[in-house]
């Protein structure tokens, strides 16, 4: 090989790394992502009540999200709850799965603003022997600014069973912050307001309460995570103390969820 073949070769090949970065850049971004998630709790709680007895639950979430900004998904668990009150009723159901259906829009307002709004459905099969059955439409509005986050949902019908609950509403101020290399803290401090009074001429701000959580999530790689938090809340143990289970007290919960 002579000293100008040579050349050009080496300056050929040298100039295949620019070339190639430069098409890679220019492929498109895809119009949307579609994630998976899977995971096991020690015990499924909501907005800090239990979901399950202090039993433990599977869960799976599925969501879409458009690059316009709009999204889509579904969360489904096993729960207890509607069975634990129904047998207290007297009565007996085979409500034991929890279906949420939602979507909405979020938009970057500013850097670390972000603004998102939306609809969510509670839908919980085989309930129909509960009157109003517990099924539950929430409207909601949410602001985060770097790690904070500010939500508002206001319900529009009778509120998981709860007689005359209209306009129930939940607000809550959550934190989450990297705080070491892989592991995340997380804090929320919330109130669940009902509204309304049933016929019977209970009101039913009697079941109003103030959520707490503190916890911690590690990242183990490959779409991995476990982590635990402690809840607690301040509703009346009267109320919600059902099958000798105190649905609303403190104590920890822990997971571990798969991404994919």
């Keep these: 090989m002579n000293k100008l073949t040579k050349s050009l070769l080496l300056s050929g090949l040298a100039t295949l790394p620019l070339f ?142 709860a007689p005359n609950s209209k306009n129930t509403y939940f607000i809550e101020t959550n934190w989450t912050q990297e705080i070491a290399p892989k592991l995340t803290a997380n804090a929320q401090i919330a109130r669940q307001v009902y509204k309304g009074t049933q016929e019977s001429g209970f009101k039913n701000s009697d079941l109003s309460y103030t959520v707490y959580k503190l916890g911690l999530t590690y990242d183990l790689g490959d779409g991995l995570n476990a982590g635990g938090y402690v809840k607690d809340t301040n509703a009346r143990k009267d109320l919600y103390t059902i099958e000798g289970k105190n649905w609303g007290k403190g104590r920890l919960v822990a997971f571990v969820s798969k991404s994919f």
Excluded: C
């Design 20 to 161: 190639s970065g430069i098409a890679r850049a220019a492929d498109p971004a895809p119009p949307y992502t579609l994630a998976y998630k899977a995971s096991l709790y020690s015990e499924y709680e909501y907005r800090g009540i239990s979901q399950t007895s202090e039993k433990p639950a599977g869960q799976i979430n599925i969501d879409y999200t458009h690059s316009s900004g709009f999204y889509l998904g579904t969360f489904v668990s096993n729960i207890q709850w509607l069975k634990d009150a129904a047998k207290t009723a007297g009565g007996s159901t085979n409500a034991n799965i929890e279906l949420d259906l939602f979507g909405g829009y979020r938009y970057e307002m500013a850097k670390d603003l972000t603004l998102d709004v939306g609809y969510l459905r509670y839908e919980y099969p085989s309930s129909g022997a509960f009157n109003p059955k517990p099924n539950t439409d929430e409207l909601y509005a949410g602001v985060t600014y770097a790690a904070f986050n500010v939500k508002y949902s206001h319900s529009i019908n009778d509120t998981f069973g």
